[in-house]
């Protein structure tokens, strides 16, 4: 399922009476729309309401992140100090994580690999949003095999019921693309570009059983099974985001404005105090959300979901492990320096790993006692 040739220019698709703008290459690649000089005038030309203006992005990682285009050769950073691992085994969680049980490292590297990994039979895939690719890597001996190029800066991937992996370009002319056959998925809401929903990057993707994809945008859309896309649903501007196994259940990591923790939150023994979120919804049966409500009280990006519906997420340090009757934390693992999110992945999805976001990139596994859950497994 390998993928090296360069993005062809598509003309107009006309696919169930909706008009879809053609992906052109019209962005640079590793340039996050919202920072390309070019947006302005293809906003203009392209969207009936203008989009307010981006707000200055927050700065993360290192000054190559955040989207901004590498010169060549830029990616051949000095040597990274080494990701702080807990020097201690984590705690037992029961029915989680046995006694013993420690981080290890897998692989290290650069490209912005923080959104959107999905996991395999054989370990972990990332889409390289600086790199424009997409990379398999091996929970064995962490080798890694890159199955796509020239992704225009796509840093979100999700696999739809048919088995196929599909990825958010962020390049200018956002949109989401199966990978191979390179396809156009959707592009447009209301018949004018995403562009046109504003300049925040398209962040985070998961797919459901039905064959849509959620995604996170400055806030929470969906793209049904023909690619026609809903929302905002909610409040919530949203980053990290994951469905329930039986496809009831939204989440969306943040908090609600004025949502506060109740004074007598249960904090696992050892654990800091927590300071991000999670934000759920009810899914209906044609996809749209209903019923925003404050879940739980820890989360922060990237958010894994075991097949017992059990919620893994990145924050202040660590992995909040939640209930999903109730969200009340069950544990709380100790994770590498600066993880901003987990998946899991390997043989049996018994392996949870944590991706960190620090001078350079690198992740680390640890074995689980449960299995991850993912609505569709990869067809290679």
């Known amino acids: 399922m390998r993928i090296d040739k360069a993005l062809v220019v598509v003309t107009v698709l006309v696919a169930s009476g909706i008009v879809a703008l053609a992906q052109q290459q019209v962005g640079t690649p590793g340039v996050q729309a919202g920072r390309d000089p070019n947006r302005a005038a293809f906003v203009a030309a392209n969207c009936k309401t203008q989009p307010a203006p981006p707000a200055a992005p927050a700065a993360r990682g290192n000054a190559a992140r955040g989207g901004r285009a590498a010169a060549p050769g830029a990616n051949a950073q000095p040597a990274a100090p080494p990701v702080l691992i807990p020097p201690d085994p984590a705690p037992a969680i029961p029915g989680v994580l046995a006694a013993g049980q420690r981080w290890r490292k897998v692989w290290g590297g650069t490209g912005n690999n923080t959104d959107g990994a999905t996991g395999t039979d054989k370990g972990l895939l990332l889409a390289q ?3 424009s690719q997409i990379i398999e890597i ?5 080798r890694v095999e ?6 225009f800066t796509g840093g979100a ?3 739809r019921p048919d088995g196929n992996l599909y990825v958010g370009y962020r390049a200018l002319n956002r949109g989401i693309w199966r990978v191979d056959p390179r396809t156009l998925f959707t592009n447009t809401m209301n018949g004018e570009p995403l562009e046109c929903l504003g300049a925040a990057v398209l962040n985070d993707m998961v797919a459901d059983k039905k064959g849509g994809i959620y ?3 400055g806030g929470v859309y969906y793209a049904n099974a023909r690619g026609v896309v809903s929302g905002r649903y909610g409040r919530v501007g949203g980053n990290g985001i994951a469905v329930s196994p039986d496809d009831r259940t939204l989440y969306v990591t943040g908090r609600l404005m004025g949502a506060m923790p109740p004074a007598d939150l249960k904090i696992p023994a050892g654990a800091p105090t927590p300071t991000g ?14 019923n925003e409500r404050q879940f739980a009280w820890g989360g922060g990006d990237g958010t894994a979901v075991d097949t017992q ?3 893994y997420t990145p924050g202040n340090g660590g992995a909040w492990v939640i209930d999903p009757r109730n969200g009340e934390f069950l544990g709380f693992i100790p994770t ?3 993880t901003h999110g987990l998946h899991f992945g390997g043989p049996g999805r018994r392996t949870l790993f944590s991706i960190q976001l620090n001078a350079q990139t690198s992740v680390h596994a640890i074995d689980t006692l449960v299995r991850g859950y993912q609505a569709t497994e990869w067809k290679r």
Request: glycine residues 12%; negative net charge.
């Open 146 to 151: 890159v199955l796509a190029k020239d992704t």
């Open 277 to 290: 979120g999670l934000v759920a919804f009810d899914i209906q049966p044609d996809g749209s959300l209903t």
């Open 138 to 142: 091996s929970l064995a001996d962490g």
């Open 309 to 311: 519906g059990r919620l």
């Open 157 to 159: 991937i999700a696999v």
């Open 215 to 217: 995604m996170t945008m």
């Open 129 to 131: 949003n600086d790199l």
């Open 336 to 338: 590498p320096a600066g």
